[in-house]
């Protein structure tokens, strides 16, 4: 097979995008010298890699394999390109990262003070609900991945980067947020609102409600954290956040933290990778960076 290593470029842009003009523009040519190549592409494998099917790029077996055989490539010649920058003395690369929308909170510093350090490594931040990380972590998407629930049916190396504790809210005005200790069978005839299902924190709340053998009777199920804040200011109920999303404060926006037994759940935030996966030098500077940041407590203090 006779592939250039721009053509598997290409061709990794047109899985990525979906669309032959979008993986065009991603790789700087036009519209008709892309679909030549892509169709050179073909030819050379000797089977239909893609197919239209209402004006949207689907992918065929074959054509998944060579998509994550060219994203391995560019993987590893990235990596080597770093490698060469560091033994130049070079602080330069790509850093790509994916996190759950909870992370929002407090990983903008941290990338902020790592660009400070490293200004000519450029930083890819991704910021999906858990089920989109879940998807480019299985995808080899990205060089690092931050979470609450990493999956268990992937070979990962997985670290521990600090507490993610699980907190009850309610309105500030409220009985619950006023009394003291709250039994969570006190809690029968509330509404609760929760994260969407998949998200790391309905999932460490659902643990503990089955573990209790307590059921909640759900009114909403929200993907943001701040629509999940206003809805619970707004008297629709109690929710369930990570007290990363109160910004370390008791009261935000209209809300107070509930004491409620059991609670604050004990959880933690995760840095993942693939066991198998060789990280480049400014995925292993951001690694070492934010593990030094956690031991030197500046972000947890916000938490508590």
């Not at 992937?154 to 993610?164: G, I, K, S, W, Y």
């Not at 929710?239 to 109160?246: E, K």
Request: aromatic share 6%; net charge positive; with cysteine.
């Amino acid at each position: 097979m006779n592939i250039t290593f721009r053509q598997l470029r290409l061709f990794q842009a047109l899985a990525d995008t979906g669309s032959v003009s979008a993986a065009a523009r991603a790789m700087h040519v036009t519209q008709p010298t892309a679909s030549m190549q892509l169709k050179e592409v073909t030819q050379a494998i000797g089977l239909p890699l893609y197919e239209v099917i209402g004006k949207k790029i689907h992918l065929t077996d074959v054509g998944q394999e060579l998509a994550a055989t060219a994203r391995a490539l560019s993987a590893s010649w990235s990596a080597f390109e770093q490698h060469v920058d560091a033994v130049k003395g070079l602080a330069k690369g790509k850093l790509c990262i994916a996190v759950v929308s909870t992370a929002e909170y407090f990983m903008p510093r941290l990338i902020g003070t790592f660009c400070k350090k490293y200004p000519a490594i450029d930083v890819a931040l991704e910021i999906l609900n858990r089920d989109g990380v879940v998807q480019r972590l299985g995808r080899h998407l990205d060089d690092l991945y931050i979470m609450s629930m990493p999956p268990t049916d992937m070979d990962l190396h997985d670290e521990v980067l600090m507490p993610n504790p699980i907190v009850l809210i309610g309105p500030t005005g409220h009985a619950w947020a006023k009394a003291g200790r709250v039994a969570l069978k006190d809690l029968k005839d509330s509404r609760f609102i929760l994260r969407e299902a998949g998200s790391g924190t309905r999932m460490a709340a659902e643990q503990y409600f089955r573990k209790k053998k307590f059921k909640p009777a759900v009114r909403l199920e929200l993907g943001s954290n701040e629509a999940l804040k206003e809805s619970v200011a707004g008297g629709l109920g109690i929710g369930v956040v990570s007290q990363h999303a109160l910004h370390g404060l008791d009261k935000e926006n209209g809300v107070a933290v509930i004491d409620v037994e059991g609670f604050p759940l004990a959880s933690s935030w995760h840095m993942v990778h693939h066991a198998q996966q060789k990280l480049s030098p400014a995925a292993l500077a951001f690694r070492t960076h934010l593990m030094s940041a956690v031991q030197r407590d500046k972000f947890t203090r916000r938490s508590r």
